[in-house]
């Protein structure tokens, strides 16, 4: 029900970050130009599993189960949340593709 407790989730970050988003498994914390990404599917708990830098300040983070989106300067940068692998980068598609110039 409405009044129905919830398990808490308690995320220490070694920064006061300036967004939150929220996901169905995953929350980022982030300031200026950097962003964390946890791991929040172990109840009471959540495990970096990511951390991206950008181009520019973001503005705007969303995400969803497996993908986070960016805004930033008008652009929105596309990847998955999580590595495929230890040290690999996830791939960024970034919208609107800049145009020939």
């Known amino acids: 029900g409405v009044n129905q407790e919830l398990p808490k989730i308690v995320l220490s970050t070694d920064v006061e970050p300036a967004f939150v988003a929220l996901g169905p498994k995953h929350c980022a914390v982030g300031m200026n130009n950097r962003v964390w990404f946890y791991s929040c599917v172990t109840p009471g708990s959540c495990e970096l599993v990511n951390e991206q830098e950008y181009v ?46």
């Open 56 to 101: 520019g300040s973001v503005e705007v983070v969303s995400l969803n189960a497996t993908h986070a989106s960016v805004l930033i300067e008008g652009r929105v940068y596309l990847h998955s949340i999580e590595p495929k692998g230890p040290g690999v980068a996830p791939e960024t598609m970034i919208f609107p593709e800049k145009e020939d110039e």
